[in-house]
């Protein structure tokens, strides 16, 4: 099979600045060694950080055992991972520092130390005990974004029994698909959660997820968060209140085996039905806290901002995980960004001096919608590091997020990593690596990625192909609960020994990865493979466009024809003409390949409720199909009309 074409050149470059390299918990030296470390002997470089970042309870003498696609790292140690996050600073002068800075939607503020959250996470422990929850039940976590949501799995983690954190916009049947899949029998809830001035019912939603399956519930434990009239099983049903607030504070946490799964987290959905990826104990502990130093340079003093929500994989590892382990400091806000005004992110970023910011790549370009003003109004000084993370960033938005809030002054690290990944993959080192609007740059030391061609062999600069992991890592997934088959298949299927997880991308001439899309989305016309990526990006570099999706329509010459479904920055007067533009627009940029032969204008694109385009259903809709599973959509209404505008 033919390369996927790359088109985009982006020739804007930054180096790190001298101050902040020289500052910098990884510099050119230290990465260098790494590095090497990792080159000369791979097992000996991981054996070696495992000892010196985990406090270990036993010690482990394999550092890997492999069998594609099964891996078990660290095997015979045994550690706590709600230790690692907490106990461990304790005895250290983080003890009374603030690990978790919440504001709640309305404006509420609550401030926990790591010692009271340590005293919180024993409570809620011995509740789960005395609830019945033994080390390895599945627990399912459906909560707002509040401090019990960090409470709640580090909790989990303590006792050892594996939490499933649901999202909380998902509506009942994605909670009922969930907790039948995991064979869950506690779910932790809360009565409600503010999103956007109104109450997010979330025990009315696990009630009715309840009512139509999960015979196996238990127990559900409901923190009282908006104080909205519930439903009560009195059987089935306690409050938070009156079991965590009153249990011992005392717990004394067991060692369980680095292999002992962590965590069960279904993806989001963005190419069809979900899958509960299991994530194990020792490995993720490490990688989780390494990236967390490396790629967002921590310091003691940070006050870091990761916008994710906890019930996505980057809130796992970098709102809960890979920060308490480095004694940070994390703000968490349990609303949305646009409430009560568009400033909302950028009014905490002062009040609350935050130095470190952590968003997607969705809510840059709905901030650029919003306009300037509600940025420029306030003092964005406290910054000092950017990141990125979820979709390609387009280099225009790139750009915004440079000029705007970093203010030409921050670096900004673009991460490519995935559910399955655990931690960070590929990402730039803010005092290492030249960066480049739209580029992830380099895979971090110790992984192994690259780019390989339908057989497997390695292409050469600029070339498109398939982003492989080589080597099994020790953050990686371990398995799709309870369907060892779908992960063999899903992974490890088109490659035998490489990890190949969906996407497609080339490597530029200095070695820097750019993520072209993924290869599901990848589009064919007369034999040419292109990536959405480069086109969407063209499109958005166009001053009137602020968002962008292309997908293929199946056409009888070329075999597919581009279709762009665009959404404006402002309202234009005559949409012909700017259809006209932007087509000699996107050929000027990247060639007549890629005119597309259909563009349309939308408000908005259906996205997941992780706030990802869905082409899969833009693509049905270009094409005149039914579309396909919708569980994972944000906003169903988005698609209707779309349709209606057909
Ligand atoms: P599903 O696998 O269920 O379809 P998903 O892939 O959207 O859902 P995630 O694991 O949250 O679920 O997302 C990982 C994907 O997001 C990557 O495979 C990639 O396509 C995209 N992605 C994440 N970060 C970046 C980035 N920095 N640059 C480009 N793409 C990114
Ligand atoms: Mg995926």
Redesign the pocket.
């Known amino acids: 099979m033919t390369n996927i074409s790359s088109t985009l050149q982006e020739t804007r470059r930054f180096k790190p600045d001298p101050s902040f390299a020289q500052q910098a918990n990884l510099g050119p030296q230290l990465y260098q060694a790494l590095k090497e470390e990792a080159a000369q002997d791979y097992e000996a470089y991981w054996a070696r950080l495992a000892r010196k970042e985990l406090v270990w309870r036993k010690d482990f003498q394999t550092t890997l055992e492999w069998e594609a696609p099964f891996a078990k790292w660290f095997q015979e140690g045994e550690l706590n991972m709600a230790e690692q996050c907490l106990d461990r600073h304790l005895n250290t002068a983080t003890k009374h520092k603030a690990a978790i800075i919440w504001e709640g939607e309305p404006g509420e503020q609550r401030t926990l130390t790591y010692q009271q959250l340590h005293a919180k996470v024993a409570q809620c422990a011995n509740a789960l005990l005395e609830m019945g929850v033994k080390a390895g039940d599945v627990v399912t976590v459906y909560l707002p974004m509040i401090p019990e949501l960090a409470i709640a799995v580090l909790a989990c983690a303590r006792i050892g029994a594996p939490h499933s954190v649901i999202f909380g916009g998902f509506a009942p049947n994605a909670i009922r698909d969930r907790v039948e899949d995991a064979d869950s029998k506690f779910i932790i809830t809360a009565d409600g959660g503010w999103r956007r001035g109104s109450v997010i019912a979330l025990k009315d939603n696990v009630d009715e997820a309840l009512a139509t399956g999960c015979p196996n519930v238990q127990n559900v434990l409901v923190v009282k968060r908006t104080n909205n009239a519930v439903k009560w099983t009195d059987e089935r049903d306690i409050w938070w209140h009156d079991t965590v607030d009153s249990a011992s504070t005392k717990h004394q946490a067991q060692a369980f085996n680095a292999e002992h799964p962590l965590f069960i987290l279904?993806?989001?959905?963005?190419?069809?039905k979900?899958?509960g990826?299991v994530h194990a104990t020792a490995g993720y502990a490490l990688w989780t806290k390494l990236t967390t130093r490396w790629v967002f340079d921590l310091k003691p003093e940070d006050t870091y901002w990761c916008t994710a929500d906890v019930g996505?994989?980057?809130g796992h590892s970098y709102i809960v995980y890979g920060p308490l382990q480095n004694g940070a400091t994390i703000m968490m806000y349990e609303g949305a960004p646009n409430y009560p005004e568009p400033d909302r992110f950028w009014d905490i970023v002062e009040r609350h001096q935050v130095t470190v910011f952590y968003t997607a790549?969705t809510a840059i370009r709905a901030f650029m919608k919003w306009g300037d003003d509600h940025v420029l109004k306030h003092d964005l000084s406290s910054l000092r590091l950017l990141g990125?993370?979820?979709?390609?960033?387009n280099p225009e938005a790139w750009i915004w997020y440079h000029e705007l809030i970093g203010k030409e002054r921050c670096p900004i690290v673009?991460?490519?990593?995935?559910?399955?990944?655990g931690g960070i993959m590929?990402?730039p080192l803010p005092g290492v690596t030249t960066t480049v609007p739209g580029s992830?740059t380099q895979p971090l030391p110790g992984i192994d990625a690259h780019i390989v061609s339908g057989e497997g062999e390695d292409v050469g600069p600029n070339q498109g192909g398939y982003l492989v992991i080589k080597k099994p890592w020790p953050s990686m997934l371990r398995n799709i609960y309870g369907n060892p088959e779908r992960f063999k298949n899903g992974y490890y299927g088109r490659f035998e020994n490489f990890y190949f997880?969906?996407?497609g991308a080339r490597r530029d001439q200095d070695g820097n990865f750019w993520?072209m899309?993924?290869i599901d989305d990848v589009i064919n016309v007369s034999g040419h493979r292109l990536g959405t990526?480069e086109i969407e990006s063209a499109l958005v570099s166009h001053p009137a466009v602020c968002e962008a999706a292309v997908v293929p329509r199946p056409d009888d010459l070329k075999g597919q024809a581009i279709v762009a479904f665009v959404t404006l920055e402002v309202e234009a007067d005559d949409l012909e003409s700017l259809k006209a533009e932007l087509s000699d627009h996107v050929v000027q940029e990247i060639g007549a390949l890629a005119r597309p032969a259909e563009i349309r204008f939308t408000d908005s694109l259906p996205k997941?409720r992780?706030g990802?385009i869905m082409r899969r259903l833009l693509s049905d809709i270009a094409s005149g199909r039914e579309a396909g599973d919708t569980t994972?959509l944000e906003d169903a209404s988005v698609l209707n009309k779309l349709r209606d505008e057909d």
């Open positions: 279904y993806t989001s959905g963005t190419t069809g979900p899958k990826v996505w994989i980057t790549p990125t993370v979820g979709e390609p960033i673009d991460t490519w990593w995935q559910t399955e990944t590929i990402s992830a997880a969906g996407d993520i899309g993924r990526m997941t992780s990802k994972t």
